[in-house]
């Protein structure tokens, strides 16, 4: 990870933990009442009801804070991927589990507003950019377990699992968009899309 992003101190003590926890509350709050674009170190700071010099004591800059931020959103998601290929090692049906892959998901990224914010700082900042390129291609390696665990033999697992990818990372950032009563649709649909694009290999694949 970037200097520029990556967390300076490493909390150890309670104390410092409890600070970083409270910065990173602060964060989110900001975030979601101005946006990005609004956020600076300063109001952080002031909202944590710390000095500027405390928090650059664990962060280089926003840009870091929301990388922190970022950071425990994606172990969440590995987390679940990791348990979807464990059902698929099991040999329980697959296309139930690209339903829970899409039901995890769309659950996930609804139920904090701050998701939206940050998918909107991954893709306009520069250095976030990086990271968001970063965390897809982990996604993807995920994804090419999750396929070959259906049955897809590596090299095409690969391969769908790069396309997967890219749909999903559009797919999330619909999910935040769309009204309450527009996301059943949105994710019946995407369900049905991914399920078909999956299919096709599915017929060469060992029946599980």
């Known amino acids: 990870m970037s200097a520029t992003l990556a967390k ?4 150890r003590q309670g104390r410092a933990r409890i600070r970083v926890q409270g910065i990173l509350e602060a964060a989110t709050r900001l975030l979601v009442e101005a946006g990005y674009d609004a956020l ?13 010099t405390s ?5 280089a800059n926003k840009r870091a804070i929301v990388a922190e931020l970022t950071g425990h959103f994606v172990r969440h998601r590995k987390s679940d991927l990791d348990m979807l ?4 090692n099991r040999g329980e049906p697959w296309p139930g589990i690209v339903d829970t892959l ?11 507003p701050v998701t939206a914010v940050i998918l909107h700082a991954l893709k306009a900042d520069p250095e976030l ?18 396929l070959e665990a259906m049955g897809i033999a590596k090299r ?14 559009a797919y999330v950032i619909e999910v935040v968009r769309v009204p309450q009563s527009a996301l059943g ?15 096709l290999d599915m017929t060469a694949a060992p029946r599980r």
């Open 8 to 11: 300076r101190t490493t909390p």
């Open 55 to 59: 928090l650059y004591h664990y962060f």
């Open 156 to 169: 095409r697992a690969s391969t769908l699992a790069r396309i997967a990818t890219i749909m999903l990372d």
């Open 129 to 146: 950019r990086k990271l968001d390129d970063r965390i897809n291609t982990q996604v993807a390696r995920q994804l090419t377990r999750l």
């Open 185 to 199: 649709t949105l994710s019946r649909e995407f369900k049905n899309v991914l399920t078909a694009y999956i299919a």
């Open 85 to 88: 290929i464990e059902r698929a």
């Open 40 to 52: 600076t170190t300063t109001r952080v700071a002031e909202e944590a009801g710390i000095s500027v």
């Open 102 to 112: 899409i039901d995890d998901l769309t659950q996930a990224y609804r139920a904090a």
